[in-house]
């Protein structure tokens, strides 16, 4: 077996694996498009992608100079609810997303305004597959994303004006966090636009109708714990609050 398959194969088990040395971005979307293969071939189906990475600020320090991106499953998907439990996971994380659902298949960025027919606040979880945080993008990359799973509130009219200006705030028991659409290139739409390009870069699979985008995180990650309760708002796309539990 290959090094990349081995490493896929390794990151399936889900058992904790030490990240690879000096793992390239290349070679980390070679292992993700791997692991995406083995999902499949177990049955699960993909829903759509995550955006990752979205924060310019951030890139210096994190060795890169355009976002990530990853596949969602509908195994991992699910509609909002009064109760999150965090049985399972490691050291789960929780980031505060919009998400865009496509009516149809874009054929280049100008489309996406008519291409979505819908957006929702959106909780996306993460967790880990390493013995701690302590990560690359690259090791992230090839984690898919480290998505866990997915929470999507109800489902609104889509408005690329209040994109632009979106509010978000996110509390977890007395952690807070708080951004905006500055965190996500301005815009869930510009977002949506970096990951169309870069997949073709990529030659990767293109986006089509019906999937779902989670666009990036619109405030910081805050970490999950059970017996917590979790706010969550972005204005004009609603709020929620949830119980964290361990069952």
Request: charged share 20%; proline share 7%.
């Amino acid at each position: 077996m290959n090094p990349i398959d081995a490493y896929a194969a390794a990151l399936q088990t889900g058992e904790l694996v030490n990240p690879w040395p000096e793992l390239s971005l290349k070679q980390a979307y070679q292992v993700a498009a791997r692991r995406h293969q083995l999902r499949l071939a177990r049955g699960e189906r993909a829903v759509g992608r995550k955006i990752g990475h979205t924060n310019r600020a951030n890139w210096a320090n994190q060795g890169i100079a355009g976002p990530s991106w990853g596949w969602l499953y509908a195994a991992s998907t699910a509609p909002l609810g009064e109760r999150l439990s965090v049985a399972g996971w490691r050291e789960p994380k929780i980031e505060l997303e919009c998400v865009l659902r496509l009516r149809d298949t874009p054929r280049s960025a100008a489309d996406l305004p008519y291409c979505v027919d819908a957006m929702a606040l959106g909780l996306e979880i993460v967790d880990r597959p390493y013995p701690s945080w302590q990560i690359s993008v690259a090791d992230s990359v090839a984690a898919g994303g480290v998505h866990a799973g997915l929470r999507v509130g109800p489902w609104r009219a889509p408005d690329p004006a209040l994109l632009r200006e979106l509010q978000a705030e996110l509390q977890v028991g007395t952690r807070q966090s708080r951004g905006g659409s500055a965190l996500v290139f301005g815009s869930p739409l510009t977002a949506l636009a970096e990951l169309m390009a870069l997949l073709a870069e990529q030659g990767a699979p293109a986006l089509l109708a019906g999937e779902l985008i989670t666009t990036g995180a619109l405030a910081p990650a805050l970490p999950l714990q059970a017996g917590e309760t979790l706010m969550a708002r972005i204005d004009g796309l609603g709020e929620c609050q949830l119980s964290l539990t361990q069952d």
